[in-house]
């Protein structure tokens, strides 16, 4: 392998004959710095960039552009592929980013149905990334939400662990708002099941019919004909 390597780095510094000159290596690693700085300036983040190989010599390009070598693999050890389209090269280039990644933990542990306050959980450091999957990471995703099961102390609290809390409860009666073409009516009726601000949900009218709406943040439940 290393010496197909060899073999087409000079197969490539022959052709460079054409008049474009040599690609300048270190300009390829300062625009796979610039395209990690603009790739991770909203995370906090820290990178080492490797180097390229000094002894590879490709045809100098006018259009060069740098992108994820794998793009679903943008933390830990991965690579920056920088290439020239127009004359048909890319090289990876490997960096390791280290990445701090902040998570929401329950302080005490909690059963299913209860509402997390502020008390019940704080923000720490994720040492892994790679196990931050899904983990809330601002407190304020937490509080007010209601946790779908029990927890213990210490767990990171998740996406699917939490819903929103219940405005309206199966067998409530509800307000109905009815609003179509040039027309706006209102009702009464009973939840046929429990939701929350923005699901929907049937309600059975006082005369039989079912509709169906969306819960509003006073309970109101919207439909549209």
Do not use: H
């Amino acid at each position: 392998m290393r010496r197909l390597i060899i073999g087409l780095c000079w197969l490539l510094a022959a052709g460079l004959a054409w008049g474009g000159g040599t690609q300048d290596l270190a300009q390829l690693e300062r625009l796979a710095n610039l395209f990690l700085k603009r790739e991770l300036e909203m995370r906090a983040a820290t990178w080492t960039l490797g180097q390229l190989d000094r002894r590879l010599a490709v045809p100098a390009c006018k259009a060069l552009k740098a992108d994820w070598a794998t793009p679903g693999v943008t933390t830990g050890s991965t690579f920056v592929a920088v290439s020239c389209q127009e004359l048909g090269w890319s090289f990876r280039i490997p960096v390791r980013i280290n990445e701090k990644r902040l998570g929401v933990v329950l302080n005490r542990a909690m059963a299913a149905g209860e509402t997390i306050s502020g008390d019940d959980v704080r923000v720490v450091d994720i040492s892994n990334p790679a196990l931050a999957s899904n983990v809330l990471t601002d407190a304020s995703q937490a509080v007010g939400q209601v946790l779908r099961t029990g927890a213990p102390a210490g767990v990171w609290v998740r996406n699917f662990m939490v819903r929103a809390p219940y405005l309206v409860r199966s067998n409530q009666r509800v307000k109905v708002l009815a609003q179509g073409d040039g027309f706006s009516a209102e009702a009464e009726g009973t939840a046929m099941a429990n939701a929350a601000q923005g699901e929907q949900i049937s309600v059975r009218l006082s005369t039989g019919r079912v509709v169906r709406g969306m819960v509003q943040a006073d309970g109101s439940v919207a439909v549209v004909f």
